[in-house]
């Protein structure tokens, strides 16, 4: 039986609680659910529905509306009675506000709980300043982090883990993992691979000679043959929650065959379900099904989904390779090299196309960065440069002093490594990712951003040119976008989403003016337009520099229906607009 966890205590619940309010409210004031009434002196109030509640705060607004609340300055009070700050008593006194219905509430209130702990849990870590965050090893930054994503607020709700699931499977614990290995009966299962590489290959590169034959007898033992198989790594959550249960006659039938768990340690990375080799980091991340909601998504992956994973892989590293400007600023892709999924007849008899039950076992093995730095290189993920210390010192301005460039210098170099890409692929080819910082890995030689390294490919990329020549295997990637939608990729995605929050960061640290990130952003943009004359047209079609923006929400999606946020076959059709946005570099 779990014993009550040491980070649940009552000192550490009231900080979490005052640092989930902070968000709730700058963020939900963003995306104008909330409108703080002004009270004079920079500071704000926001009634609950009924009126009977209010949140007092002290806030600075920057650029693109964002609301910069000292978390210390939040106060809440009835009538002349001042109240303790609790999240979850937020969420049910500005339900009406935020659109939460009587279905979503008590899920979402779920979700925040889980955030809350998972927030507590940090607050128990010792204190790690962000100078020393920022020098330190690839692994390090990913489990040193204190936040997840930046604009959702219920963004750690792991539902389905339980205490010690917790600890043992979340990336801020930093606890090694063995994957679970599983033979899956070849007429069961689709394997794919990328250009030069087959299955006996990547089963002899990942897995020992060893560990290889450990499977093989425990088939043979059972009367069965692993060539008759394929070798499908599974999370132990998975399998001991999910597989053994829902798939239990696959098990009994022996279409699947549990061999148990596997010689290398991984570590968990910020997306939960993908894992990194501690024990060979030149090998393979893993990619496995998850069937755990976390951030209005079941973490699932699609059998059917994966099996042209490597195909489009493949074809985006061989466009960047091709062009020119994407490989001077740098770019590169770590592919996603192949791909199985095991087919439940029954369940996809049974199901439609999307279900969480035709998501329940599959993987993919995606290249590691490690092999290609370059001396005096080093990793870290971009979600790393949000990350403040408890002394309010920021990694990113950690890696500015580190580099000793100027502030603007330091920005401009970052700029070229990730937004030029960004650009380029936009203008030149219509192509557009989900760019957000767990996506992005940057490699920093002293403190200096060299270049930037884009993941997570199949899933997030887009075509968005209805004429575009697509070759079959990659036909999947196209999207139908609404001509005014478009430029939204940028807008929302890179300025929105991240640009916002690291402005705000170097804002509030007194690294550098609001009005010189901004100018650093804007003569990027008019450096990259200059150098492609041959683009002007879509430069005017797409205008960068427009005066305003769309605001597209994001909590607005998970407020709605945090079960699946947005239908991947349709991302624009599931926009959750709210008015504009000023163009900070128009």
């Known amino acids: 039986m779990t014993a009550q966890p040491d980070h649940l205590t009552p000192a550490l619940w009231t900080e979490a609680n005052r640092l989930l309010v902070r968000k709730a409210l700058a963020e939900f004031s963003h995306e104008?659910?909330?409108?703080?009434?002004?009270?004079?002196?920079?500071?704000?109030?926001?009634?609950?529905?009924?009126?009977?509640?209010?949140?007092?705060?002290?806030?600075?607004?920057?650029?693109?509306?964002?609301?910069?609340?000292?978390?210390?300055?939040?106060?809440?009070?009835?009538?002349?009675?001042?109240?303790?700050?609790?999240?979850?008593?937020?969420?049910?006194?500005?339900?009406?506000?935020?659109?939460?219905s009587e279905t979503v509430l008590p899920t979402y209130l779920e979700e925040i709980s889980s955030t809350l702990s998972g927030t507590a849990y940090k607050l128990t870590k010792p204190h790690v300043p962000?100078?020393?965050?920022?020098?330190?090893?690839?692994?390090?930054?990913?489990?040193?982090?204190?936040?997840?994503?930046?604009?959702?607020?219920?963004?750690?709700?792991?539902?389905?883990?339980?205490?010690?699931?917790?600890?043992?499977?979340?990336?801020?614990?930093?606890?090694?993992?063995?994957?679970?290995?599983?033979?899956?009966?070849?007429?069961?299962?689709?394997?794919?691979?990328?250009?030069?590489?087959?299955?006996?290959?990547?089963?002899?590169?990942?897995?020992?000679?060893?560990?290889?034959?450990?499977?093989?007898?425990?088939?043979?033992?059972?009367?069965l043959d692993l060539a008759d198989y394929y070798l499908i790594p599974a999370h132990p959550w998975q399998w001991q929650n999910k597989l053994s249960v829902t798939f239990a006659g696959e098990v009994a039938q022996q279409r699947l065959v549990h061999l148990g768990p596997g010689d290398d340690a991984y570590l968990a990375q910020q997306s939960i379900r993908t894992f990194y080799n501690t024990t060979d980091p030149a090998k393979h991340y893993v990619k496995t099904a998850l069937s755990v909601l976390n951030m209005g998504f079941m973490r699932g992956l699609s059998a059917a989904y994966m099996e042209a994973t490597p195909a489009i892989n493949d074809w985006l590293a061989q466009l960047i390779a091709a062009d020119p400007t994407l490989t001077a600023t740098g770019l590169t892709v770590i592919r996603e090299r192949a791909a199985i999924g095991y087919?439940?007849?029954?369940?996809?008899?049974?199901?439609?196309?999307g279900s969480p039950y035709l998501k329940m076992l599959a993987a993919l093995w995606r290249e590691s960065p490690v092999p290609a730095l370059a001396p005096g290189e080093r990793l870290a993920t971009m979600a790393s440069l949000l990350h403040t210390d408890r002394e309010g010192a920021s990694l990113a301005a950690s890696l500015i002093t580190e580099s000793g460039l100027t502030p603007q210098e330091w920005l401009r170099g970052y700029l070229t490594a990730y937004f030029t890409p960004l650009l380029h692929s936009f203008y030149a080819y219509d192509l557009v990712y989900m760019p957000h910082g767990e996506n992005v890995i940057l490699v920093i030689k002293d403190g200096a951003v060299q270049r930037a390294i884009y993941k997570d490919i199949a899933e997030e990329i887009a075509v968005m040119d209805p004429h575009a020549v697509l070759p079959p295997a990659v036909e999947r990637i196209r999207a139908d976008v609404p001509e005014d939608m478009k430029i939204l990729s940028l807008f929302t995605d890179v300025f929105d989403c991240f640009f916002r929050f690291l402005n705000a960061t170097l804002v509030t640290e007194g690294v550098l003016e609001e009005k010189d990130f901004w100018s650093t952003v804007a003569d990027s943009v008019r450096d990259y337009q200059e150098a492609h004359p041959q683009l002007a047209d879509k430069f005017r079609q797409y205008d960068l520099f427009a005066p305003e923006f769309t605001l597209s929400c994001l909590n607005r999606l998970q407020l709605r229906n945090n079960q699946q946020m947005v239908d991947l076959t349709d991302p624009a059709g599931a926009l959750q607009l709210a008015g504009t946005l000023q163009n900070p570099i128009a």
Request: glycine fraction near 6%; charge should be negative.
């Open 130 to 223: 962000a100078a020393e965050l920022a020098r330190s090893d690839f692994q390090s930054i990913e489990t040193g982090m204190t936040e997840g994503h930046p604009c959702f607020v219920a963004n750690n709700g792991r539902l389905g883990f339980g205490a010690d699931e917790y600890l043992a499977y979340a990336p801020e614990t930093a606890n090694p993992v063995h994957l679970v290995w599983l033979a899956a009966r070849r007429d069961r299962a689709t394997f794919t691979a990328g250009e030069g590489l087959d299955y006996d290959t990547l089963v002899r590169t990942e897995l020992s000679p060893r560990t290889l034959a450990r499977f093989e007898r425990t088939m043979t033992s059972q009367g």
């Open 343 to 353: 087919h439940h007849r029954q369940y996809e008899a049974a199901t439609a196309k």
């Open 32 to 100: 104008r659910l909330l409108t703080p009434r002004a009270l004079g002196e920079d500071r704000y109030a926001v009634p609950s529905d009924d009126g009977t509640v209010e949140y007092r705060f002290t806030a600075c607004v920057l650029a693109l509306d964002h609301w910069q609340i000292p978390a210390d300055s939040i106060t809440r009070h009835r009538d002349d009675a001042r109240l303790p700050l609790d999240a979850l008593d937020f969420f049910i006194e500005l339900r009406g506000a935020l659109g939460l």
